[in-house]
């Protein structure tokens, strides 16, 4: 069992920028962040292998980045220039096969 906790998140204006963390109990192979707006799916925002291997979405590409430090089995992410689609309670995600793990949630508002 992996436990992960979320931190960071709030409300920013449109064009803002905001940071989450997530550690993790212990270490574990794939991090990273998901995040679901009301009505939709949960969408994946940027996994992170402990290698350091990345697969952002297109639609925060050159805004976001998920840095990690596996010392600390932490993963945040630094969010820039923030939209007001950008707006979502935030997910962190762990994946250690066959089991994945979610954190809470932790909301981000990006105000127009």
């Known amino acids: 069992q992996v436990r992960l906790v979320e931190s960071g998140g709030g409300l920013v204006q449109a064009g803002g920028s905001l940071s989450l963390s997530c550690i993790a109990s212990?270490?574990?192979?794939?991090m990273g962040w998901y995040r679901q707006a009301p009505g939709t799916q949960r969408e994946s925002v940027a996994p992170?292998?402990?290698?350091?291997?990345?697969d952002y979405a297109e639609s925060v590409k050159g805004r976001f980045t998920i840095p990690r430090d596996n010392n600390k089995n932490t993963v945040y992410l630094q969010m820039n220039s923030l939209k007001p689609e950008d707006t979502a309670v935030y997910y962190c995600?762990?994946?250690?096969?066959?089991?994945?793990?979610w954190g809470q949630g932790t909301q981000v508002t990006a105000s127009s």
């Open positions: 995600n762990g994946r250690a096969v066959p089991y994945i793990y």
């Open positions: 992170i292998t402990r290698g350091g291997s990345t």
């Open positions: 212990r270490s574990i192979f794939s």
